[in-house]
């Protein structure tokens, strides 16, 4: 992954995570504030998708990418037109299909935690890595999902199904996030990609799988949004079902994500990038 070019590089080290909750993220007060347009256009030349986000945040900026994230893209004119707009806009970066980010938050004990998980492994393999503001870390590594949502506590794992706050972005504190070193994004080893693996989804009962069987689009939305627990289980296999019969439609994704209400949009809508993404059974 190219990467525009950052005013000053901070003294760090190689990735590891003994060096996870450093606060290597330098003050927007530091240097120079930079063009956030000339990053963002510079991601977008080097294929990834950009969307703006709120000033000194993490959201979207609602007022130019009405879908949020779905709304981003490479395109440099909209990306030069969002810019115009919005010069102090953050920016967001879609990890590309087969990228995996490991964002490690500190604040919920993350480096902490992320210390006990590696430790056996002699710690993060070093890797394309970005200081965010709040003293957290961004590593990106290359690996085939499906992924579960949370490596452990305090490290959430960003995917193509999201996005991360990219450099130079300054963060709610006025610290900017900026990149550790020039690497590049290295493959994630097997056990780190064993550790970042969705777990399988649970069978289905036998009259759950039944009434799957053959269900029309009507009959799939019911039945995600019947009474009862097991919700997540239920739209996983709604998903597989439709993907399996002759593909999931954005009609039928948007009722399902209404069905799933009680999860939350962003939780249904991760479960249902989940389900299309599972591998198809042998």
Known sequence: MSSPQRERRPQTEAPSTGTANRQAAESASDYTAPDLMSHALAYARAGLDVLPLTPGGKTPLGALVAHGKDNATHDAEQVRDWWVQCPTA????????????????????????????????????????????????????????PFKAKLCAGVDLKHRTGYVVAPPSVHLNGRRYVWANDLPIAEA???????????????????????????????????????????????????????ERDGLTADLRARLVVAAASLGDEEAERTIDCAIAWPVAA
């Open 189 to 243: 080893p097997p056990w780190l990609v064993a550790l970042m693996a969705a777990p399988p989804p649970r069978p289905l009962s036998t009259v759950s799988a039944g009434t799957f069987s053959g269900a029309n689009d009507g009959g799939l939305v019911r039945l995600v949004a019947a009474p009862g627990g097991d919700r997540h289980n239920r739209l996983f296999w709604a998903v597989r079902r439709a993907v």
């Open 90 to 145: 953050n920016i967001g970066v879609r990890p590309a299909a087969g990228v995996v980010v490991v964002d490690v938050d500190p604040r919920d004990g993350g480096a902490t935690n992320l210390v006990e998980l590696t430790r056996p492994h002699g710690g993060l393999t070093p890797t394309r890595t970005a200081w965010t503001g709040g003293g957290g870390l961004h590593a990106w590594y290359r690996a085939g999902g």
